[in-house]
């Protein structure tokens, strides 16, 4: 019989405990671990390079930052990547995720037949890819191991288009994102102002980490904060003498920020 590993990544703890529940039901499938947000269902999934992975995309709270980007990341690290089955309350986002390439996508609540489903999916597929071969074997020379090219990550390019023009900006020289009622402003390091024609609610679902959500009206690039004010519900952006407010609606996304500061090489006095 096929045994599929695998690792739930959920906002949720009792959803968590929900899904392992039910994926108990089945000796196909055997739980190696969990994790609550993005940076942490990462490490689990390079460390154990699971067969499965249960992913949640529309979470409860923003600052875990879990949605179908999380796949992109995955092929930055990964030649073969995990069976990605999303696990959601949102039907609206199917679409979307069919072009991610997941391999299922259960809308909860989870039951026994909708995980079935999945499982005899997977064993199809193991089926197709590793046929029974009663043939004789044949021994033959080993073939030359071609040398893989070396694959050199490249930063993010986005590209405004308007009417036939497309401008390029590199992710890493935008310091924020301003809401313009349904257009959105966007200031890069040098001073300049690029309007796109996209809501800012579109940049959120689009970006990851770093740009942050921290008011209706912003989105920040984590790397140009300079200082934050938590009593003036403020932060700073380097070069630029304007001051980006934040609201409590996504005051756990500042202080996510705030943590992130004082991770790796950091003195505070």
Known sequence: MKKYSYIIIDDDAESISKTKRIAEGFSELSFLASAVNYHEGLDLVLEHKPAIVFLEINPKNPSSFLSLNFIDELHRYLSVIPKIVVITNEKDLAFEAIKYGVFDYIVRPVVSSELLKTILKLNKTSAEINPVDFRPEI???????????????????????????????????????????????????????????????????????????????????????????????????????????????????????????????????
Request: charge should be neutral.
């Open 139 to 269: 021994l033959l020379p080993a073939p030359l191991v071609p040398i893989e090219p070396q694959v050199v990550n490249k930063p993010l390019i986005i590209c405004i288009k308007s009417y036939g023009d497309h401008r390029y900006l590199n992710a890493d020289d935008i310091c924020y994102f301003q809401a313009d009622n349904n257009s959105t402003d966007i200031y890069l390091n040098s001073g300049e102002m690029i309007t796109a024609f996209k809501t800012l609610k579109h940049f959120e679902h689009v970006l990851n980490y770093p740009f942050v959500r921290i008011h209706n009206s912003y989105i920040v690039n984590r790397n140009y904060i300079s200082r934050i004010h938590s009593g003036n519900s403020v932060c700073y952006i380097k070069n630029v003498s304007k001051k980006i407010p934040f609201s409590k609606t996504y005051k756990s996304n500042v202080d996510q920020i705030i943590a992130d500061f004082s991770e790796g090489n950091y003195l505070e006095v």
